[in-house]
């Protein structure tokens, strides 16, 4: 479960004039996400969607409010504490964030490595992977040898890498067309249905429309609109 | 961490320096020059103290005993001396000894010899030869034998003063020793700035695996450690160099100081073979430690 209480994220604005110190990103948010919910935060660039994302995997701390992630506070997590926290939550970025020199099978291994997984496990599960994703033959090539559906899919095997409870998915189809916008969607649906909580952030209209489950609608980083089967309305 | 993951840290260690050859290869050359420079401070220690002992042991007083001083006099002399804290010998050279000695010497003068023959009666003098524990005992030691108490027995107290000599080569010794530690330490500073810098660069190389790392939840230490490892493979090679020239031109070296210093009673070969272990351990901890230092300086921002 995810719970936020009163969160607020305020940027210092630096050689800040007409007396504005800050950008206020997120503001005074409560909202409790339940464990294997799909929910859809969408709204204009700029209203907090990223921001908010970001702090559920401690890459940013609130400026005041709490934070809590499957027991787990953003507020008062220490340092040593985080790795632990991102290997149990997944994130697939927009801009993939794959490694150019390794393969499809060693981006995903890299990650399993570098979260202490035993070797064996890593061979075995890696090809599982690639098969949910529908990239079994693909697991020798490099990242630009793929199209970027692909490899927004390798990106997505990788977050599955330490089967999290929590996916989070920040634009993850921002650049991809969209027929593998639809795959993207229909791999997610299919991960959510297996019991992982997805949180997906996006501009896509078509997208958002077809899943038909919660949708939270940010503006200006407030909660404008929290719709239980909602449709992206701004 | 468990020991796959120690083992997974040397492995991308071991790959980051290959992968970086030219950048490890210029850290390492650094490192070698600042171990060069230890390499020639420590000869020169060693060789230094090598000469300050050989010249402190040829001071000695020499305390000329009379004729009426009979050996039980002398050898009562030579207790006193021996008794005092500052001593650190004492011989007693015997009227009969100091002549076989001087015939040994002058053997070859056949005017001193023919002098000699002439001479009713062995006209050298029996003799306490002192040695002190340390070259500023001499003065009180040579006072303590012209006192009143030995006047009967001591004739003539001399000793040859090599303190200023030895003054002199302490100063030198002391001052190069300082020159080269200073010129030791500001190599040991440009080593680590541009092992330092090195890794930095190594860094920037890595700056997208280092982020996805972080993202997929590796540990500050899984990050850190490669390139600590990095580091501790340039110190390493750097002192298996130096210590691969290093013996050879001790080898060179040592007849050379050998002929200077004591008389040939010191081989800086057989100093360097007697401490060969821990030689290689100040090369192998000076390197590692000057590397590892910068290193972790280098990655410390990047593991949050």
Same mark, same amino acid.
């Given at each position: 479960?995810?719970?936020?209480?009163n969160?607020?994220?305020h940027?210092?604005?630096?050689?800040?004039?007409?007396?504005l110190?800050?950008?206020?990103?997120?503001d005074?948010?409560?909202?409790?996400?339940?464990?294997?919910?799909?929910?859809?935060? =969408?709204?204009?660039?700029?209203?907090?969607?990223s921001?908010?994302?970001?702090?559920?995997?401690?890459?940013?701390?609130?400026?005041?409010?709490?934070?809590?992630?499957?027991?787990?506070?953003?507020?008062?997590?220490?340092?040593?504490?985080?790795p632990y926290?991102r290997?149990?939550?997944g994130?697939?970025?927009q801009?993939?964030?794959?490694?150019?020199a390794?393969? =499809?099978?060693?981006n995903?291994?890299?990650?399993?490595?570098?979260?202490?997984?035993?070797?064996?496990?890593?061979r075995?599960t890696?090809?599982q992977?690639?098969?949910?994703?529908?990239?079994?033959?693909?697991?020798d090539?490099?990242?630009?040898?793929?199209?970027?559906?692909?490899?927004?899919?390798?990106?997505?095997?990788?977050?599955?890498?330490?089967?999290?409870?929590?996916l989070?998915?920040?634009?993850?189809?921002?650049?991809?067309?969209?027929?593998?916008?639809?795959?993207?969607?229909?791999l997610?649906?299919?991960?959510?249905?297996?019991g992982?909580?997805?949180?997906?952030?996006?501009?896509?209209?078509?997208?958002?429309?077809s =899943?038909?489950?919660? =949708?939270?609608?940010?503006?200006?980083?407030?909660?404008?609109?929290?719709?239980?089967?909602?449709?992206?309305?701004? | 961490?468990?020991w796959?993951?120690?083992?997974?840290?040397?492995?991308w260690?071991?790959?980051?320096?290959?992968?970086?050859?030219?950048?490890?290869?210029?850290?390492?050359?650094?490192?070698?020059?600042?171990?060069?420079?230890?390499?020639?401070?420590?000869?020169?220690?060693?060789?230094?103290?090598?000469?300050?002992?050989?010249?402190e042991?040829?001071?000695?007083?020499?305390?000329?005993?009379?004729d009426v001083?009979?050996?039980e006099?002398?050898?009562a002399?030579?207790?006193?001396?021996?008794?005092?804290?500052?001593?650190?010998?004492?011989?007693?050279?015997?009227?009969?000894?100091?002549?076989a000695?001087?015939?040994?010497?002058?053997?070859?003068?056949?005017?001193?010899?023919q002098?000699?023959?002439?001479l009713?009666?062995?006209?050298?003098?029996?003799?306490?030869v002192?040695?002190?524990? %340390?070259?500023q005992?001499?003065?009180?030691?040579?006072?303590?034998?012209?006192?009143?108490?030995?006047?009967?027995?001591?004739?003539?107290?001399?000793f040859?003063?090599?303190?200023?000599?030895?003054?002199?080569?302490?100063?030198?010794?002391?001052t190069?020793?300082?020159?080269?530690?200073?010129?030791?330490?500001?190599?040991?500073?440009?080593?680590?700035l541009?092992?330092?810098?090195?890794?930095?660069?190594?860094?920037?190389?890595?700056?997208?695996?280092?982020?996805?790392?972080?993202?997929?939840?590796?540990?500050?230490?899984?990050?850190?450690?490669?390139?600590?490892?990095?580091?501790?493979?340039?110190?390493?090679?750097?002192?298996?160099?130096?210590?691969?020239?290093?013996?050879?031109?001790?080898?060179?070296?040592?007849?050379?100081?050998?002929?200077?210093?004591?008389?040939?009673?010191?081989?800086?070969?057989?100093?360097?073979?007697?401490?060969?272990?821990?030689?290689?351990?100040?090369?192998? %901890?000076?390197?590692?430690?000057? %590397?590892?230092?910068? %290193?972790?300086?280098?990655?410390?921002?990047?593991?949050?």
């Open positions: 479960m995810i719970l936020l209480q969160v607020s994220k940027y210092p604005l630096r050689g800040a004039q007409n007396g110190k800050e950008v206020i990103a997120l005074e948010i409560d909202l409790t996400i339940d464990t294997g919910e799909f929910v859809s935060f =969408v709204g204009q660039s700029g209203a907090g969607k921001t908010l994302l970001k702090m559920l995997f401690a890459d940013e701390a609130p400026t005041s409010g709490s934070v809590n992630i499957d027991g787990w506070e953003i507020t008062t997590i220490r340092s040593w504490q985080i926290l290997r149990q939550i994130v697939v970025f801009d993939f964030k794959l490694l150019p390794k393969t =499809v099978f060693e995903i291994a890299f990650a399993m490595e570098v979260g202490g997984e035993r070797t064996a496990e890593i075995r890696v090809p992977l690639l098969r949910l994703v529908n990239l079994s033959d693909k697991a090539q490099y990242p630009w040898q793929l199209s970027g559906g692909e490899a927004q899919r390798v990106s997505l095997a990788r977050a599955l890498a330490f089967r999290p409870k929590i989070l998915a920040d634009e993850p189809t921002g650049n991809l067309d969209a027929l593998h916008a639809w795959d993207l969607l229909q997610l649906l299919k991960i959510n249905k297996l992982t909580t997805i949180l997906l952030a996006t501009h896509d209209e078509a997208l958002v429309n =899943v038909k489950r919660r =949708v939270i609608t940010l503006d200006r980083g407030r909660v404008a609109k929290d719709q239980a089967t909602g449709t992206y309305a701004l | 961490m468990t796959l993951t120690v083992g997974r840290v040397v492995q260690g071991v790959r980051h320096f290959w992968r970086n050859i030219w950048l490890s290869l210029a850290a390492t050359g650094v490192l070698l020059l600042t171990l060069a420079m230890l390499a020639l401070l420590l000869i020169i220690t060693v060789v230094g103290r090598a000469s300050l002992k050989a010249i042991e040829k001071v000695d007083v020499t305390a000329f005993l009379t001083a009979t050996a006099a002398a050898l002399v030579k207790a006193d001396l021996e008794g005092r804290a500052d001593v650190a010998s004492v011989q007693y050279v015997t009227k009969e000894q100091a002549l000695a001087f015939r040994a010497r002058h053997g070859s003068n056949t005017v001193i010899t002098a000699l023959q002439e009713p009666d062995n006209p050298l003098q029996a003799s306490l002192v040695r002190a524990k %340390s070259a005992a001499y003065p009180d030691i040579a006072a303590g034998l012209n006192s009143p108490k030995y006047q009967p027995f001591v004739s003539k107290v001399t040859e003063d090599n303190r200023d000599v030895i003054n002199r080569l302490a100063v030198i010794l002391r190069t020793r300082r020159i080269g530690l200073i010129l030791t330490v500001v190599l040991a500073v440009i080593a680590i541009v092992t330092f810098n090195t890794i930095r660069l190594a860094i920037y190389g890595y700056r997208e695996e280092i982020e996805i790392m972080h993202l997929v939840g590796a540990s500050p230490w899984f990050i850190k450690g490669p390139f600590l490892v990095e580091g501790v493979l340039q110190g390493g090679i750097a002192a298996v160099v130096t210590l691969f020239y290093l013996y050879p031109f001790i080898q060179v070296l040592s007849p050379r100081v050998s002929a200077f210093v004591a008389d040939g009673g010191f081989q800086l070969s057989q100093w360097a073979a007697e401490h060969v272990l821990g030689v290689t351990i100040l090369f192998f %901890s000076a390197g590692i430690i000057l %590397s590892v230092v910068s %290193s972790w300086a280098a990655v410390r921002r990047y593991a949050r």
